[in-house]
């Protein structure tokens, strides 16, 4: 009984101090995030409680509109460039080649992701430019016209898009790697004889026993690309105009230019609900969908 | 070889079979092998431009067609990082002070932590540990706010514990290093306390050293990415003297506009340094700590 008792306490004092930094830094935040968003508050004089005045004002911002937008598409075309190219190069690599070449092409694919966004984009965006840029140069080689791609309204999101899908396709691909090695080599061996061509292997075998990998790096790259910040900031920062503004760059505008602190809260709560909403439906997808062996 | 041909009435001799198992690269896997090598030149090229531009005197920064190996040798515009007037090697030092402190405070805390949830029975740990893994879906500009509110109640901006204080612990660090010692056998921990080992000897002297592996992952995972982090900063730091490499560097890319730009792509050069050499020397830890959760977890 002492025994148990003296246990405790000294699990407490070994969870103790990550415990404090999460009540301090994270739900003490989250906690005071959503009471900030019923205050008006501009950092000069002490906030003042406005009722749901805040919430009522983001219907009506059409700028939110936007960037609601911008966050959407980006996730979801990030998910379907990181994810879905990334599970193919994981496959591909998985089989016999020299291992030589196997490695040299592991690291180019997944150097990148080590490597700052900041950094990255810092480079990218003189690949893009439009006039000096490398990119514009190989298609003017194949007679293709000059692509404004990070001044026209139309192309901003979708290099930036891009420049996300170049730097994280290598996790998803090491991840895909690695639940490979647990999918045993006689299923395969097994499938073979049975002779199932080698798309019904990829169909039937490869994709089910992956689904767990799979749904892993589908909600590891929403999550973060609904935060993402630096590679927009670098490339475009969110121009022109609101055309690649993301909610967090909406965000960070409010709180830390205007000093809105009170709105940018309450647009902080919605981002938090969205999270939420999308890891619950996430797990439940998991439950029901992913293929446990 | 098992062989199963049952029912099938034209069933291939042991011969056949033999040969269609041993043909493991049919056509379409062929064009995967070429598209995965020809796509992999893009992944690199940044990296070649950046190293080539880096070495380019200013006025050739920008000649076409783009050259992918160095054409000449100017490290003048890696001196000249160093010798302006640009804080560099400033950034350079405070990026090294935060990151150093930011990692051995998380081998500290995450250790201790994982331990606990691993091999401590205390009340309420598994609800403890659940609630701390809600971190990981929590974007930082939520809670960064009142984090601001917090630190300028403190006169704590424009310091580097704005920064440090924040990333003192970390659930993804929390969860690796449980996940390693879940695997560290119970009957090992019994022992040594059958022995009278203390509570906390076991810890630091029997499961810490085994555990070298673990905090090599976290450690560098930690490293690497308080190197590269951008966000934090660019809300708490606003002095030049204080400012890490990510954030004053690309201030001084957008106050230089692309003239600089053999400077600017040296300064990204030196800022990726760190990571490279970590990545040569320890790809294994970085890669078993970045998948070890995404497979096992």
Known sequence: MKKTSSETLLGYLYVGPTLSGYLLFVLGPLIAAILLSFTHYDMMSPPRLIGFSNYARLFSDARLAVVYKNTALFAVMAVVLTVGIGTLLGIALNKRLPGFLKYILRTAYFFPVLVGMIYAAMVWKFLFNRDLGVVNYYLHFFNLPPIPWLTSTAWAIWSVILVYGWKNVGFTMLTTLAGLQNISEELYEAARIDGAKSHAVLFRIIIPLLSPVILFNMTITMINTLQEFDSIVALTNGGPGDASRTVVMYIYDKAFRSFDMGYASAIAVTLFVVISIFTVLQLWAGRRWVHHS | ?297
């Open chain 2, 1 to 297: 070889m098992k062989m199963v041909a049952s029912s099938n009435t034209v069933a291939p001799s042991p011969h056949e079979v033999a040969v269609t198992t041993n043909k493991r690269h049919p056509f379409w896997e062929w064009i995967g092998t070429v598209l995965v090598i020809l796509a992999a030149f893009p992944m690199v090229a940044p990296f070649a431009w950046m190293l080539t531009t880096s070495l380019k005197s200013g006025p050739h920064a920008f000649d076409m067609p783009p050259s992918w190996l160095p054409t000449e040798w100017h490290f003048q515009n890696f001196l000249s990082l160093f010798q302006s007037k640009v804080p560099f090697a400033t950034f350079l030092v405070n990026s090294l002070e935060v990151a150093i402190a930011v990692t051995a405070a998380q081998l500290l805390t995450c250790s201790m932590a994982g331990y606990a949830f691993a091999h401590l029975r205390f009340r309420h740990a598994k609800a403890i540990f659940g609630l701390l893994l809600t971190s990981l879906m929590m974007p930082i500009q939520v809670t960064v706010i009142p984090t601001f509110l917090i630190m300028s109640g403190l006169n704590l901006i424009d310091t580097h514990w704005a920064i440090i204080l924040p990333l003192v612990t970390n659930a993804f660090g929390v969860f690796l290093m449980r996940q390693f010692f879940l695997t560290l056998p119970r009957e090992l921990i019994e022992a040594a306390r059958i022995d009278g080992a203390s509570q906390f000897k076991i810890f630091w002297k029997v499961a810490l050293p085994l555990a070298k592996p673990a905090l090599a992952s976290l450690g560098i995972i930690t490293f690497t990415n308080t190197w590269n982090s951008y966000f934090l900063p660019l809300v708490f730091l606003n002095s030049w003297e204080k400012m890490t490499v990510p954030l004053g560097m690309f201030a001084l890319s957008n106050v230089y506009g692309s003239g600089n730009v053999s400077v600017i792509m040296a300064a990204v050069g030196v800022a990726v340094c760190p990571v490279l050499i970590f990545f040569l020397v320890a790809q294994r830890q970085i890669i078993s700590g970045m998948v070890g959760s995404a497979v096992k977890g």
